[in-house]
């Protein structure tokens, strides 16, 4: 346990150290050596501030060679997506399209001073926009399928270019792209909130357990708090990669961060029925097919969400904009599944309620039904905030929502769990430990008589 929380700590260091020493622009570079076709190369979002392109290296073997610009304002952006791999509109076409282009360097052996050569493409606009970075040679394209010689050029053709995109901003928002502004330090903000909330848990058990107290609650919410951790520490991974070392995504980091912030959900899911049921504070705790319902449906939750997420959002082209999987057809139907648990919760919660004699009981039953009713709704409300948010905003809106509702829920779990004297559920669990069984749990007069029958038919040996 203990290397564990050390691991943890020099995770966060290294997370920290990241941020405060990092690059200031995204750099990408490649080769071009299928002239006649149009190449994808990048997409990138520029804030309303402004950016800049730098071209710090292009070369080819032929001047006809572009690097072409397309900003979303582009009355033919729209077309230029639907056909970034295909051939429904030509080489010639895609290149007229283009809001601005690069030209090859002027080879010259001599020159050695590789910085005077660079060309700035500064960007200015009114709003957050989409551009995206491709190369094309259509000339040399038509040539080389022109029979001759052509077929022996082909060959022999290439382009290399180094180019630098960033913002106007502070270290972090000048190499992100401005849909992915502000993710980084939310996330980092949210890992430092539930570092915290994981020792406050740890504490409130030590003093139920203390008071020899059921703490089954925290003790499962430690899990959940352990594996939105784990999440939190892959985004950051992935982060820093891309922030320090000014490298590409780490797909797989950013992959299995959400899929443990999935599983996070669903263990949480999972957690507010049960308690919803009078897990740990009433003996009318659900039945057997309450909990199977319970399992099956946060197992639902985690499996399907994982998967929708994997083929949907994981597997989706770079230049898609960002896609919040639950506002999806697949994702609408794990909706369905929430409309589910909201019915579930509170007509469950409601008939639980109407057994218990015990008024204290009986109120906390209906504040944590209230409550977490609400985080139930907001969770399909997240998906309506990702249909009608406009797409270059919508990955860092969505991303610090979620986290948001979750630690404001989380906060109040702890807060309705406290162990401090005056608190409804301690008084609870105290006066289950005191009595064993309350008024309202001893068997009903139809039960005594059933079980006076029984008595009665025993036949007893006197020792």
């Known amino acids: ?58 070369h080819s073997l032929s001047k006809d060679t572009k690097i072409l610009l397309y900003s979303d304002k582009n009355p033919n952006y729209n077309e230029l997506l639907d056909d970034i791999y295909g051939n429904k509109y030509s080489c010639e076409q895609k290149v007229s399209w283009s809001n601005y282009e690069f030209s090859p360097f002027v ?35 038509n040539r080389s399928t022109g029979g001759g010689t052509g077929s022996n050029v082909n060959k022999k053709y290439f382009a ?3 180019f630098s995109l960033s913002n106007n901003g502070d270290h972090i928002d000048s190499v992100l792209s401005a849909d992915q502004q502000s993710i980084p330090q939310s996330q980092m903000f949210y890992f430092l909130l539930y570092i915290i909330m994981f020792v406050i848990t740890i504490v409130f058990i030590i003093i139920l357990k203390k008071k020899q107290l059921e703490s089954k609650v925290l003790q499962f919410f430690t899990v959940i708090l352990g594996v939105q951790l784990i999440s939190l520490v892959l985004f950051l991974a992935n982060w ?35 308690v919803g049921q009078g897990w740990t504070t009433s003996l009318y705790y659900g039945s057997m097919i309450k909990r199977m319902v319970n399992l099956s449906v946060s197992g639902l939750l985690f499996v399907f969400g994982v998967i929708v997420y994997i083929f949907v959002c994981f597997k989706a082209p770079e230049f898609n904009n960002y896609i919040y999987f639950y506002d ?12 589910f648990i909201i019915f579930f919760f509170t007509i469950g919660n409601t008939l639980s309620r109407r057994k ?15 409550i977490f009713t609400l985080w ?34 989380y906060i109040v779990l702890l807060i309705l769990f406290r ?28 039960e005594n008589s059933f079980k006076n029958e029984k008595v009665k038919n025993k036949k007893f040996v006197a020792f």
Request: hydrophobic share 45%; with cysteine; aromatic share 16%.
């Open 419 to 446: 162990p401090t004297k005056n608190n409804i559920v301690v008084k609870i669990l105290e006066s289950e430990d005191k009595f064993g069984l309350e008024i309202k749990d001893y068997p009903s007069s139809k």
């Open 376 to 409: 139930f709704i907001a969770q399909p409300m997240i998906v309506v905030c990702a249909h009608f948010t406009e797409p270059w905003v919508k990955f860092k809106v969505i991303s610090i929502l979620y986290q948001t509702i979750n630690a404001i829920f």
């Open 1 to 58: 346990m203990k290397n564990f929380k050390i691991f943890k700590i020099i995770l966060f260091l290294i997370s920290c150290c990241t941020f405060f020493s990092v690059v200031n622009s995204i750099t990408v570079g490649g080769l071009y050596s299928t002239p006649g076709k149009w190449k994808f190369i990048t997409k990138f979002c520029f804030q309303d501030q402004g950016g800049h392109v730098i071209m710090k290296l292009f």
């Open 240 to 274: 820093s990669t891309i922030i320090k070392y000014d490298g590409p995504e780490l797909k797989y980091a950013n992959l299995f961060g959400n899929i443990f912030s999935i599983l996070a959900n669903s263990l949480f899911v999972l957690l507010i029925l049960m």
């Open 107 to 141: 080879n010259n052996p001599n020159d050695l001073d590789w910085e005077s050569r660079m060309q700035v493409k500064s960007v200015m606009q009114q709003r957050d926009r989409f551009w995206i970075v491709a190369i094309a040679d259509c000339e040399r394209g």
């Open 356 to 370: 218990q004699n015990d008024e204290m009981k009986k109120k906390f039953i209906l504040i944590f039904t209230i």
């Open 160 to 162: 290399e270019y180094v």
């Open 328 to 339: 999806t057809y697949p994702g609408y139907a794990l909706l369905a599944v929430y409309v």
